[in-house]
C-alpha cells in the first residue's frame, strides 16, 4: 500500500519560513518524481515544485528564489523548504509521487498539510 505523509504545515507570519516534509511508503522512491502542489480556497490545484529521479527540478514562477526542493532517497523523503513566505502561498500543500507520463497509474497524492502566511 502506497502512502505519502505529509508534516510541518502551520502558520507563520510573511517573511517567516516553514519546511514541508513527505515521508512515502510502498513505492521505490528513488525512481519517482515527487512532487509538491498547493491549492488555495477557489483556486485549481498548481504545481509548486518537482524534482526527478535525477535531481532536476522544475519550479513554479511564483516561488523560484524563495523555495527549495530537496530529497533523501536513503528516508524516503522529499523536503519543501519555504523561505521568505507571502500571504498568496497560503494553501494546502500536497505532496505527489509519480513515475512514467501522463497516463501512468503510478500517481499518488498525500493527504495535504496547511499552510497559512498573515500577520
Known amino acids: 500500500q502506497v502512502q505519502l505523509v505529509e508534516s510541518g504545515g502551520g502558520s507563520v507570519q510573511p517573511g517567516g519560513s516553514l519546511r514541508l516534509s513527505c515521508a512515502a511508503s510502498g513505492i521505490r522512491f528513488s525512481i519517482y518524481t515527487m512532487g509538491w502542489y498547493r491549492q488555495a480556497p477557489g483556486k485549481q490545484r498548481e504545481l509548486v515544485v518537482a524534482?526527478?529521479?535525477?535531481?532536476?527540478?522544475n519550479y513554479a514562477d511564483s516561488v523560484k528564489g524563495r523555495f527549495t526542493i530537496s530529497k533523501a532517497n536513503a528516508k524516503n523523503t522529499v523536503y519543501l523548504q519555504m523561505n521568505s513566505l507571502k500571504p498568496e502561498d497560503t494553501a494546502v500543500y500536497y505532496c505527489?509521487?509519480?513515475?512514467?507520463?501522463?497516463?501512468?497509474?503510478?500517481?499518488?497524492w498525500g493527504q495535504g498539510t496547511q499552510v497559512t502566511v498573515s500577520s
Open positions: 524534482i526527478t529521479s535525477g535531481g532536476s527540478t
Open positions: 505527489n509521487a509519480h513515475l512514467g507520463d501522463n497516463y501512468s497509474p503510478y500517481d499518488y
